[in-house]
């Protein structure tokens, strides 16, 4: 398999993990953990898939949305779409879109073009049937994106990996109604109630988070294995995010923390960085909205 088909396999991989267990799946997905473009490129996909659902969330639907669009079936459609295509196209203004997209969309268009009867030249009834399809169409796809902002994390499928812990801990901190389990600045106290639940946590801070103040902490299950979360506030006002996790739990080779630090990494689309390492008895997580450049500089 080369980079090219890999790309188009891991295209349709459903983000729940639902084909993780698919031999071409994983074979693309090997490939990707070995060939650092691809990798970057899954990354930079998968992170413009996120920003499409959280820009998708935001939009509030109106509530005359229902007797707008059988209004329109009645060919009786008024300016009430308005306030909801102001939403869409604010929501949706953020969004990059990858690239040769345009390309494709015209090679789409000409292939169809003989086939296409356009909008201003249809019957009025047809044109209110479309653009209320096309509303109607917009809420299924907000629905589903709601369901995915507000239910919690995939689940991962198969042994996990530093870079599943990545993926799984930035999208649960981006979900609707996130909380921690317990508030403290102290990071002492907070790492005594995580040994309280029985979680693994970090026999030392590392030297760049011993002097940082805490904000809190939360259990995490990533495939039944438990792991700690511990969140840090810098002078910066940036926000640091620490996973813990038993070293037997994470498959993979990890660097040491000297190694991680060269080897930050960050997406420009989502604003997330992250690094991972491990020593004989754990593995560590740290994801932040820092640049990768600033987000190693703190350790």
């Not at 296409?116 to 009834?125: F, H, K, T, W, Y």
């Not at 796809?141 to 919690?152: H, I, N, P, R, Y």
Request: net charge negative; glycine share 8%; charged share 25%.
């Amino acid at each position: 398999m080369d980079k090219e088909q890999a790309k188009f396999i891991l295209q349709c991989f459903r983000p729940d993990g639902g084909d993780a267990l698919d031999t071409d799946f994983a074979e693309a997905l090997e490939l990707a953990t070995k060939d650092r473009e691809l990798g970057e490129w899954l990354v930079k996909e998968r992170s413009t898939d996120a920003a499409f659902a959280a820009a998708l969330e935001s939009v509030e639907i109106p509530d005359s949305l229902r007797e707008s669009i059988f209004a329109s079936f009645e060919g009786d459609a008024s300016e009430e779409f308005s306030e909801l295509d102001a939403a869409f196209v604010g929501a949706l203004a953020s969004v990059q879109p990858p690239e040769g997209l345009r390309d494709q969309i015209l090679m789409a268009m000409q292939a169809e073009e003989e086939n296409i009867v356009p909008l201003r030249q249809a019957p009025r009834r047809v044109r209110s049937w479309m653009r209320g399809a096309a509303v109607a169409a917009a809420l299924v796809l907000g629905a589903f994106v709601a369901v995915q902002m507000t239910s919690g994390p995939p689940k991962i499928t198969g042994a996990i990996t530093a870079h599943n812990v990545e993926q799984y801990t930035i999208q649960a901190l981006g979900k609707v109604g996130f909380g921690l389990d317990r508030e403290d600045e102290n990071p002492v106290d907070l790492v005594n109630w995580l040994n309280d639940q029985d979680v693994p946590t970090p026999e030392a801070l590392p030297v760049g988070l011993s002097q940082v103040p805490g904000v809190g902490c939360k259990v995490l299950e990533l495939n039944e294995k438990k792991a700690a979360l511990i969140c840090f506030k810098l002078e910066s006002g940036d926000v640091v995010h620490m996973v813990t996790l038993n070293r037997e739990d994470v498959g993979g080779a990890l660097a040491s923390l000297a190694e991680a630090k060269k080897n930050c990494h960050g997406c420009e689309i989502s604003g997330w960085s992250s690094m991972a390492w491990g020593d004989e008895g754990k593995a560590f997580v740290i994801v932040s909205k820092m640049k990768p450049e600033e987000l190693a500089k703190v350790f």
